[in-house]
């Protein structure tokens, strides 16, 4: 999730579960600070990049610095630096176990969204998506900020477990909001005439309300979304052409950087590819886009018939939008009546 999220759910753990010394004036202030700082750390892995290789970032975000088995080397390294300010305050052993706390809350958080977590790296290559949050929520976010404070100024255990409550319901309802739209998505394949698929669903960008559904039949992908509120409802999307190498990049030599390329790709997005309707040279990730019923990706690789055996594919991202985008999706939240609804 965003820093910010990732910070407060960081300072929240400690601040709940470390019982307060009775000398003890700031502590939940400086535990705080310390699991904020600890819970966001996990992401300096942005930093491993190259200038050549754009798909080197995807393959090492989320990867040895959010595993399950990295968290207490990596609270280790953050206490190292922090007991640097802090050592006539509190002791090394203790300024580990707070950071123990909020460094283990940035996988599992980041393993509740879409995007992919290697939580069981280095025995699995399997990247763990819960699907139960956007990866920027306010509404799970501020809540959780305001608890953290309110602990740290007025010396509040009860706030932060109001705030560890919160995050923990939100997040229950992240879950059983992704099955209703598994369901909703079902019964639109059904409708379709379309058996023996399995549908995917994720929350649009901000919330749990509307979701983007995708399944796959007879080669392609089938895109639409899903509003499961007191009632339900669906906006039908479009389909496209799932990606298939060898009829729609018949030039590509197999053993080329760009064919391994495309198999990179294919990992981080969990085989969810399609060429772009709009760039033949451009293979998308069919579970992002600006609208939850789009198939335009917001991101993807652009081949190049005319590159070396050795060079990489280009990177490319379409995160603007306009307003008309931000019309349909104001409108889809609010339950509009502009396209098909069911019950």
């Not at 790709?265 to 579970?287: C, E, G, I, Q, T």
Request: hydrophobic residues 45%; contains cysteine.
């Amino acid at each position: 999730m965003d820093p910010l999220s990732q910070a407060a759910v960081g300072a929240l753990a400690p601040q709940a579960l470390l019982e307060k010394p009775a000398s003890g004036q700031r502590y939940l202030l400086r535990v705080g600070c310390i699991g904020a700082l600890a819970g966001m750390a996990p992401d300096l892995d942005v930093f491993i990049r190259s200038s050549t290789d754009p798909l080197l970032q995807l393959e090492f975000h989320r990867q040895f610095t959010h595993s399950l088995i990295f968290i207490p080397i990596g609270a280790a390294l953050c206490a190292s630096v922090f007991w640097l300010f802090l050592r006539n305050q509190m002791g090394f052993l203790s300024i580990w176990l707070i950071a123990c706390l909020g460094y283990g809350t940035h996988g599992l958080l980041d393993a509740c969204t879409t995007y992919g977590t290697l939580l069981f790296w280095p025995f699995a290559n399997t990247r763990v998506a819960w699907n139960n949050v956007s990866v920027i929520d306010p509404l799970f976010t501020l809540p959780v900020l305001a608890c953290v404070l309110i602990a740290a100024l007025k010396q509040s255990r009860l706030a932060a477990w109001v705030g560890v409550a919160w995050g923990a319901m939100y997040l229950t309802l992240g879950a059983i909001q992704e099955a209703r739209a598994i369901d909703a998505g079902l019964k639109l394949a059904t409708m379709r005439g379309h058996d023996q698929i399995t549908v995917s669903a994720k929350p649009s960008f901000g919330n749990v309300l509307l979701w983007k559904t995708i399944y796959e039949y007879d080669g392609q992908f089938w895109v639409d979304a899903v509003r499961p509120g007191m009632t339900l409802t669906t906006f039908k999307g479009d389909h496209v052409d799932k990606l298939n190498v060898t009829e729609q990049f018949p030039w590509l030599d197999s053993t080329s950087q760009q064919a391994g390329d495309i198999e990179r790709f294919r990992w981080f997005s969990s085989d969810h590819l399609a060429v772009d309707k709009n760039d033949p040279l451009l293979v998308v990730d069919m579970r992002y886009s600006h609208l939850p019923n789009e198939i335009t990706g917001l991101w993807g690789i652009r081949l190049d018939p005319h590159a070396a055996p050795d060079q990489h594919v280009e990177w490319v991202t379409r995160r603007s939008t306009d307003t008309e985008r931000f019309a349909r999706l104001w409108a889809m939240l609010k339950g509009g009546s502009m396209t098909h609804s069911g019950g």
